[in-house]
């Protein structure tokens, strides 16, 4: 049994804590499996769908990644995700110890990937057949129809699914999707710690999946030359991921007598005016003003560790230098350790947030982070950037 005192009595009114974690990723099929892995350095690699020429010996060889080998085999599509959300639903709610009489005053978030990769290579794609603009508009426009459909049925299928399965009866309003890159997960907590605050809901789960390896997300990341080949050391390695948080308000959790694994920070999200593929130079300008937002009031050395997903992509690596320069001169948390995610679980999109958090709250638990606090910085290929606080519970 969890310790009834493991909520302090110290802790302020409004306080939300962390006290469920749950996830499924190419190391495992839980949080304590999959950061006990990536702890130790374990990776999986898997061969991938897509071929690529390896000129030095003279052959084809697949594309690797990280994909979750033997849980998501003969899944596709809508079926993967929800494969793959899924068992890290099971996993949070086994490790919160829900009850049914819990639920009912619980919400829901789950962050899924955007567009950006569809719309683009669409976009490119017209561009090199020289379609005239007036044509490329008209196409544009039906192409758009068909992403929004696609998102729409992502849409119907997950969320109603997830809950039917787990039998959560939770009610609409508060359930909600978040769709984007990595840092769509930092304005997931956001609008659950307003809703937690409110106490319009005493408890959310806050959720992302993601998956790059197969399909048209692993062809779209390809031909846009996102991804790592054998003749090319810049790119991504593709991965795929679902992670889970349950957030309590304090007050709601000790009546249940659930243990506090981490208290939540400050969170923020700012945008950049441009995307991946808009031609801009990344300045780190928007990660700088989250992270400021983050950090107003704390000393640099008040937060010992970065978790950052920096993910082998030349672009992504320029804006977390330049916003760390940034950070440094102006007196913010920059020369911290730093953890990078996507080097144990691959690119995993929208499961980024989650994924991160996940790694934080066990290196809290098992005392290896080194730090009572840890900022998570949320980079992506779109023009939102994320940061947030975690702070561990047996120290704050």
């Known amino acids: 049994m969890k310790p009834s005192n493991s909520l302090r009595a110290e802790c302020p009114p409004g306080t939300i804590a962390v006290t469920g974690l749950g996830m499924t990723s190419s190391l495992g099929l839980t949080a304590v499996a999959s950061c006990a892995a990536a702890r130790a350095g374990v990776t999986h690699w898997a061969p991938l769908e897509i071929e690529e020429a390896d000129v030095k010996n003279l052959r084809s060889v697949p ?16 079926g993967r995700l929800l494969r793959l959300a899924d068992g890290a639903l099971a996993d949070v709610l086994e490790d919160a110890r829900l009850k049914p009489a819990d639920v009912s005053r619980t919400g829901i978030f ?9 719309r683009v290579r669409s976009e490119s794609v017209r561009y090199e057949e020289g379609v005239t603009p007036e044509l490329a508009e008209a196409l544009e426009e039906e192409a758009a129809e068909a992403r929004k459909e696609a998102r729409a049925h992502v849409g119907r299928r997950l969320l109603p ?18 769709t984007g890159g990595a840092a769509s997960f930092a ?34 990341a390809y031909e846009l030359g996102l991804v790592r080949t054998p003749e090319s050391a810049v790119g991504f390695f593709p991965g795929e991921a679902a992670a889970w ?3 309590e308000r304090a007050d709601a959790a000790r009546a249940r007598n659930a243990a506090a694994l981490a208290w939540m920070g400050n969170v923020a999200v700012e945008r950049e005016s441009f995307h991946r593929f808009s031609g801009d130079v990344p300045v780190g300008a928007a990660l700088l003003r989250a992270v400021t937002s983050c950090c107003s009031g704390r000393k640099p ?10 993910n082998g992509d030349e672009w992504r690596a320029r804006d977390l230098g330049l ?10 948390p920059a020369d911290a350790p730093r953890w990078y995610p996507p ?26 982070a080194g730090a009572s606090s840890a900022l998570v910085l949320l980079l992506a290929d779109d023009e939102a950037r994320g940061a947030f606080l975690l702070h561990d519970a047996k120290t704050s």
């Open 63 to 78: 594309l690797k990644g990280h994909a979750a080998r033997g849980y998501t085999d003969g899944f596709s599509g809508v």
């Open 110 to 118: 789950l962050c899924v990937a955007g567009d950006l990769y569809a």
């Open 161 to 178: 699914q997830l809950l039917t399965l787990h039998g959560l009866g939770i009610p609409e309003g508060a359930q909600d999707y978040f």
């Open 187 to 220: 304005s997931a907590l956001a609008r659950a710690m307003e809703l937690l605050r409110s106490r319009m809901v005493d408890r959310c789960l806050v959720g992302g999946v993601d998956s790059l390896v197969e399909g048209a997300a692993l062809e779209d």
């Open 245 to 247: 948080v349950l957030l």
């Open 301 to 310: 050395e008040e937060t010992g560790l970065l978790l950052a997903n920096l």
């Open 323 to 332: 916003a760390l320069s940034e950070m440094k001169e102006t007196g913010l």
């Open 343 to 368: 080097a144990s679980f691959g690119e995993v999109g929208a499961a980024t947030g989650a994924v991160s958090t996940c790694m934080a709250v066990r290196g809290f638990a098992r005392g290896y």
